[in-house]
């Protein structure tokens, strides 16, 4: 939904925020009810979601600029 109505050049930030803002919540959920434990759970593939996600954010918006924008490595 993120990258389908917000704009091209802004998605990354948000696309971030929100995630990192999901995985902190699993992660204080977590915590909550299993404090000290060890339990594999959600927050290990959430956290391999978020950079996926937020890489292709940043993917996206790249696409969007000219050639002369982009940096070169």
């Known amino acids: 939904m993120i990258m ?11 696309m971030m925020v929100f ?4 995985l902190s919540s699993q992660h204080i959920h977590s915590m909550i009810n299993d404090f000290g434990g060890f339990n594999m759970d959600i927050t290990t593939y959430t ?3 978020v950079v996926k996600n937020w890489g292709l954010g940043w993917a996206y918006r790249d696409g969007a600029l000219k050639d002369t924008e982009l940096t070169e490595n």
């Open 4 to 14: 389908v109505f917000l704009p091209r050049n802004q998605q990354h930030k948000f």
């Open 19 to 22: 995630n990192m803002g999901y």
């Open 47 to 49: 956290m391999i979601l």
